[in-house]
Each structure stands twice: as structure tokens, then as C-alpha cells.
């Protein structure tokens, strides 16, 4: 069966300093890999998407970036975080648009960052 | 501008009573209809899936509803159970840009009481 990983669950860090969120899949090849942003009584936002190694979509401009140096990692990053940075990140997978139709977009659990 | 509205924003009912959750939306056209259930803390798990076509879908105690005429939405929760505690989003797949332009709702917070 499919995981999907996410961590750390937790994360304070001072403005200025950088972040690294990973992301990693186990039991599928060449997922589809999102990373979304929720912000309290508001919807998710999507922030990158990739459907390949080294392949990353950038969907609203921003302090992160994303990258994805093998077929089951996504990683989010910052060089210098921002007091608005601070969120709840969920990093998402689905099978590729040549597998099953229709297939829902699986969640990790998520990384509460806070930043101070 | 597509949305997807949810209502109400939050919701109180006692164990054992049954809900309703709603979701407007003006994204047309669209592939399908999605609802998730997210726990505090936790990431969005996968509750129902309709296309367009669907009028109706069950897992579970939980059925939607989707009347592609009216724009609307449904999620009823039969004989709720504290566990049922959580946040509802509904979020449609829109035709155009597909899975990499899924619109999703603020969610309906609810809170199931003993």
C-alpha cells in the first residue's frame, strides 16, 4: 500500500532563518506531489506542484521554493522565512493522470510552522 | 472567479443526531466533486468522489449529494459518533487545469457533543 510522510509535524523558527520541509512517497512510482499551504478558515492553497523529477510548478509567488531530486521526495524550502510564512503545510500525492481517473489527491499529515 | 462556498462555518450537534453540510460553487465546468474529512492537526482523508454525472454517493454513514443544476452540494452524517469530530471540505476539480487547479472550501468545522 501507498504512504506518504511529512515531517517534521512541528516547527518554530526565527524570521530570516531557512526551512526545509520533506516530503517522501513509499509504494508508488512517479507520483504526481503538491505542497499546499492552509491558512485557519481558509481554503488550501496550492503552492508547487511537480509531475516529474526535477519538473516543479510554481503557482503563486513567494519566499519558498520546491524541488524534487528523486521520483518519491518533494522538498519545500525557504532561504529566509517571513513572520507570513507561518502556516500549516500539507504535502499531498496522487497517482499520474495515465493511472486511475478520478483518484483522490492523498495527504500527509502536515507541518505547523511557526514563525517568530 | 471559481469558488466554493461552505455553510455553516461551524456546527454543534450531539452524539447519535444526524447533519447536513453544504457547498456552493460556481466552478463549471467541472470533472468532479470531492469531500474531505480533516482531524485537528491531521491531513485530509479522501470521503467521496462524484463526477458531474453522479447524483448520489455513500461511504459509510456519510452521503453527498451534487445537483450540478443548482450548483450545490451536500455531506449528511447519519447517527453521528464523537469521532465524526472534525473539519468538512468540499473541493471541486474544475475541467480546465484539472488536478492542478482543485478549488477548495473553507471547510465546515464540526463538533460532535455526548
Known amino acids: 500500500s501507498q504512504t506518504i510522510h511529512q515531517w517534521p509535524a512541528t516547527l518554530v523558527q526565527p524570521v530570516g532563518s531557512p526551512l526545509s520541509l520533506e516530503c517522501t512517497v513509499e509504494?508508488?512510482?512517479?507520483?504526481?506531489l503538491y505542497w499546499y499551504r492552509q491558512a485557519a478558515g481558509r481554503g488550501l492553497q496550492l503552492l508547487f506542484y511537480?509531475?516529474?523529477?526535477?519538473?516543479i510548478s510554481s503557482e503563486v509567488p513567494q519566499n519558498l521554493s520546491a524541488s524534487r531530486p528523486q521520483d518519491r521526495q518533494f522538498i519545500l524550502s525557504s532561504k529566509k522565512l517571513l513572520l507570513s510564512d507561518s502556516g500549516f503545510y500539507l504535502c499531498?500525492?496522487?497517482?499520474?493522470?495515465?493511472?486511475?481517473?478520478?483518484?483522490?489527491?492523498?495527504f500527509g499529515n502536515g507541518t505547523r510552522l511557526t514563525v517568530t | 472567479k471559481n469558488q466554493v462556498e461552505q455553510s455553516p462555518q461551524s456546527l454543534i450537534i450531539l452524539e447519535g443526531k444526524n447533519c447536513t453540510l453544504q457547498?456552493?460553487?460556481?466552478?463549471?465546468?467541472?470533472?468532479?466533486l470531492r469531500w474531505y474529512k480533516q482531524d485537528t492537526g491531521r491531513g485530509p482523508v479522501s470521503l467521496t468522489i462524484?463526477?458531474?454525472?453522479?447524483n448520489t454517493k455513500s461511504n459509510g454513514r456519510y452521503t453527498a449529494t451534487l445537483d450540478a443544476d443548482t450548483k450545490q452540494s451536500s455531506l449528511h452524517i447519519t447517527a453521528s459518533q464523537l469521532s465524526d469530530s472534525a473539519s468538512y471540505i468540499c473541493?471541486?476539480?474544475?475541467?480546465?487545469?484539472?488536478?492542478?487547479?482543485?478549488?477548495f472550501g473553507a471547510g465546515t468545522r464540526l463538533a460532535v457533543h455526548p
Open positions: 457547498c456552493n460553487y460556481t466552478v463549471s465546468p467541472f470533472s468532479n
Open positions: 511537480s509531475v516529474g523529477i526535477g519538473q
Open positions: 462524484m463526477t458531474f454525472s453522479e
Open positions: 499531498a500525492w496522487r497517482p499520474t493522470d495515465r493511472g486511475i481517473p478520478n483518484s483522490p489527491l492523498h
Open positions: 473541493v471541486v476539480v474544475p475541467f480546465s487545469g484539472g488536478y492542478n487547479k482543485l478549488i
Open positions: 509504494g508508488t512510482s512517479n507520483p504526481n
